[in-house]
């Protein structure tokens, strides 16, 4: 079961506001729930696309709160793969894009897209292709945030490690059937307790350099560190659908397909470059050592027909990745940007 996010209040022009949630869309591997604020029908509306990176959605939590003032926010809510039946078929990267048609034509026409991390390429590869079909007006806007669009722009260690084994290695020394006692019994997974290792061992580096995360967990400038402290939601896993998991090494960081203008949903080419009338944000932090600045930035350049009236970049300065979507670097520098360009978005 995926934590809620547990908010209950907003604050609108000084007054506080009663946040309310609903269930809007409900698939095997993933939920859509909706939060907004009493009295705010006519809001612009966000879909946040969570990355399938292992952690929940509760992660995004600041994010949401964020962006509840002055918008309606759908989420997508990730469920624990060693709890869907092997039953319900494998989950690999086509159908995440197609679950992002899904959602995106549930929160309605002119929805504001924002991804992060690892839901960048999909995000862009749903986009693509409904501009494709002459569907542009779907989405409002398009803001992808600290993710691998192009892994080679500017290579971390991340990058490095998940290049340097052939997909075999991992299916073989990474990847586990779900245990005979549990839902999911039969299904190959990406288990959260390999998952949690490599956090941990990520969480070690930057301890001991004095890293982004050292002063997260030791100084957590989070806006709750006491009720959803920041390394409660860093160590909330959940099991990955072994599909997925291999499906995004390979065509994300060994094939850079969507880059190189080669990937492929349902047997159909995928080319950001159909994309002609959408306005487009990337996000970076500068000292994002999981996505390095480039990385997202390379979005601009597969979109050559978006004008450039359109575009807008923001590297945020001493920022690290989680504090991309966390703490007060978010607070102070991402969320007023991302704001001003929905916004203006909206207004335009």
């Not at 989420?75 to 086509?94: H, K, R």
């Not at 679950?99 to 026409?109: K, P, Q, S, T």
């Not at 691998?148 to 299916?171: G, Q, S, Y």
Request: proline letters at 7%; glycine letters at 8%; a negative charge.
């Amino acid at each position: 079961m995926s934590p809620d996010l547990d908010i209950e209040t907003t604050v609108i022009n000084g007054q506080s506001r009663v946040v309310h949630q609903r269930l809007v869309a409900e698939n095997a591997f993933c939920t859509l729930t909706e939060y907004f604020p009493e009295h705010s029908s006519g809001s612009p509306r966000i879909l946040l696309v969570a990355p399938l990176s292992g952690h929940y959605s509760v992660l995004l939590r600041e994010m949401v709160i964020g962006l509840l003032p002055r918008f309606r926010v759908y989420v997508t809510n990730w469920i624990n793969a060693g709890e869907v039946p092997a039953s319900e078929g494998p989950f690999g990267l086509d159908q995440n894009i197609d679950y992002l048609f899904d959602f995106i034509a549930v929160a309605g026409e002119g929805v504001n897209v924002v991804a992060l991390c690892q839901a960048v390429v999909p995000a862009l590869a749903a986009v693509a292709i409904l501009s494709k079909r002459n569907q542009e007006s779907a989405v409002g806007s398009l803001t992808l945030i600290g993710g691998p669009i192009d892994p080679l722009a500017n290579p971390t260690r991340v990058v490095n490690l998940l290049r340097a084994h052939e997909l075999a290695w991992f299916e073989e020394n990474v990847l586990r059937l779900a245990p005979e006692w549990s839902a999911a019994h039969g299904r190959l997974v990406y288990p959260g307790y390999a998952q949690l290792t490599s956090l941990m061992a990520y969480l070690n580096r930057h301890v001991m350099q004095r890293g982004e995360l050292f002063y997260k967990v030791f100084s957590d400038d989070g806006l709750d560190p006491v009720g959803h402290p920041f390394f409660t939601l860093f160590t909330s896993v959940m099991d990955l659908p072994g599909e997925y998991f291999l499906d995004n090494i390979n065509a994300v960081f060994h094939r850079r397909d969507i880059c190189c203008r080669s990937l492929s949903w349902s047997g159909e080419t995928v080319d950001p470059g159909q994309i002609t009338s959408i306005p487009l944000m990337t996000i970076e932090g500068e000292d994002d050592d999981i996505a390095a600045p480039g990385q997202t930035f390379a979005a601009h350049g597969l979109c050559p027909r978006i004008p450039e009236s359109m575009r807008h970049h923001l590297l945020v300065p001493a920022c690290g990745h989680f504090s991309l979507f966390y703490g007060n670097k978010w607070r102070s520098r991402v969320l007023p940007e991302l704001g001003a360009f929905l916004e203006g978005v909206e207004g335009g």
